[in-house]
């Protein structure tokens, strides 16, 4: 970002002396990463926060200060509000799903545009982060299939032969599969439950709903509860999540609903800096 700039822009000699100020409610985030912004391509600016991380700003509300040469106040001012406006966007949209979720649990997806950043901001949102990177858990979904169990009769056999085929003493603690439809699903539990008992284990095997809507989702509820499964899994809803199917999602039985819309296509926190004095 500060290599878009290209270091242009002007200025006085002198110092200005700034506040970011909003022009929204809403969740401040990303404050580390402006810290160290300033720290590493500004170093003669002063950074003076007046709020904490996720702490909730309202309009007209002083959130820092920055003090300085002129030319790297300038310079440093449209990175400054990009990065802290993207950030605090997430965290504040997170905060309005998770405050509408009645104890659901929200996660965001691997579906990123700036990464750890976006998963930081969810964070602070108060949102599930999932996996962070493809080494935090075993994942298996549908092009793993072809891989694992090539000689499955169909994708339910081959589910089954895939959650068989996992390394415990690596993965029980968290490993994800992804389903279909609830035949999978029972299959998915059904082998892993069988293998924890041989175990002696009580670690759950979350699956991934993937695409089945509210009402798949509860069918697959029900008849993992009937085959006495529902408590080897944490149920995940993921796919065609919206804000406005919330309160069905909470009757459903699931445990999470995962989305990107958390953290994509998110409208920033409106930010401003405002000089406030100069010499």
Same mark, same amino acid.
């Given at each position: 970002?500060?290599?878009? /700039?290209?270091?242009?822009?002007?200025?006085?000699?002198?110092?200005?002396?700034?506040?970011?100020?909003?022009?929204?409610?809403?969740?401040?985030?990303?404050?580390?990463?402006?810290?160290?912004?300033?720290?590493?391509?500004?170093?003669?600016?002063?950074?003076?926060?007046?709020?904490?991380?996720?702490?909730?700003?309202?309009?007209?509300?002083?959130?820092?200060?920055?003090?300085?040469?002129?030319?790297?106040?300038?310079?440093? /001012?449209?990175?400054?509000?990009?990065?802290?406006?993207?950030?605090?966007?997430?965290?504040?949209?997170?905060?309005?799903?998770?405050?509408?979720?009645?104890?659901?649990?929200?996660?965001?997806?691997?579906?990123? /545009?700036?990464?750890?950043?976006?998963?930081?901001?969810?964070?602070?949102?108060?949102?599930?982060?999932?996996?962070?990177?493809?080494?935090?858990?075993?994942?298996?979904?549908?092009?793993?299939?072809?891989?694992?169990?090539?000689?499955?009769?169909? /994708?339910?056999?081959?589910?089954?032969?895939?959650?068989?085929?996992?390394?415990?003493?690596?993965?029980?603690?968290?490993?994800?599969?992804?389903?279909?439809?609830?035949?999978?699903?029972?299959?998915?539990?059904?082998?892993?439950?069988?293998?924890?008992?041989?175990?002696?284990?009580?670690?759950?095997?979350?699956?991934?709903?993937?695409?089945?809507?509210?009402?798949?989702?509860?069918?697959?509820?029900?008849?993992?509860?009937?085959?006495?499964?529902?408590?080897?899994?944490?149920?995940?809803?993921?796919?065609?999540?919206?804000?406005?199917?919330?309160?069905?999602?909470?009757?459903?039985?699931?445990?999470?609903?995962?989305?990107?819309?958390?953290?994509?296509?998110?409208?920033?926190?409106?930010?401003?800096?405002?000089?406030?004095?100069?010499?």
């Amino acid at each position: 970002m500060v290599a878009d /700039e290209h270091g242009g822009g002007g200025g006085t000699d002198g110092m200005l002396h700034t506040s970011v100020v909003s022009k929204q409610s809403g969740v401040i985030a990303g404050m580390c990463g402006v810290d160290r912004l300033v720290e590493r391509h500004f170093a003669d600016c002063t950074l003076n926060w007046m709020f904490a991380e996720g702490q909730t700003v309202e309009v007209g509300d002083r959130i820092l200060r920055l003090e300085g040469p002129a030319e790297q106040v300038l310079r440093c /001012e449209r990175i400054l509000l990009n990065l802290l406006g993207r950030l605090s966007g997430i965290a504040t949209c997170t905060a309005g799903w998770v405050g509408s979720a009645g104890g659901l649990g929200i996660a965001c997806t691997r579906k990123t /545009e700036w990464g750890l950043l976006d998963k930081w901001a969810v964070h602070v949102g108060g949102g599930l982060t999932h996996r962070l990177d493809r080494s935090d858990a075993l994942m298996i979904k549908e092009n793993d299939l072809a891989v694992l169990a090539p000689d499955a009769a169909d /994708e339910t056999a081959a589910v089954a032969a895939a959650v068989s085929g996992i390394e415990m003493a690596s993965n029980a603690i968290f490993t994800v599969v992804e389903v279909r439809n609830e035949f999978q699903a029972i299959a998915a539990a059904g082998a892993w439950a069988e293998m924890q008992v041989a175990r002696s284990g009580t670690d759950r095997i979350v699956l991934l709903l993937d695409n089945m809507g509210v009402d798949g989702c509860a069918e697959a509820h029900e008849a993992l509860i009937a085959e006495g499964l529902r408590a080897w899994c944490i149920l995940e809803g993921s796919g065609g999540v919206v804000r406005t199917e919330l309160d069905d999602w909470v009757a459903s039985g699931v445990d999470l609903i995962s989305t990107s819309a958390i953290n994509r296509g998110v409208a920033p926190l409106d930010l401003s800096m405002r000089i406030i004095g100069g010499d």
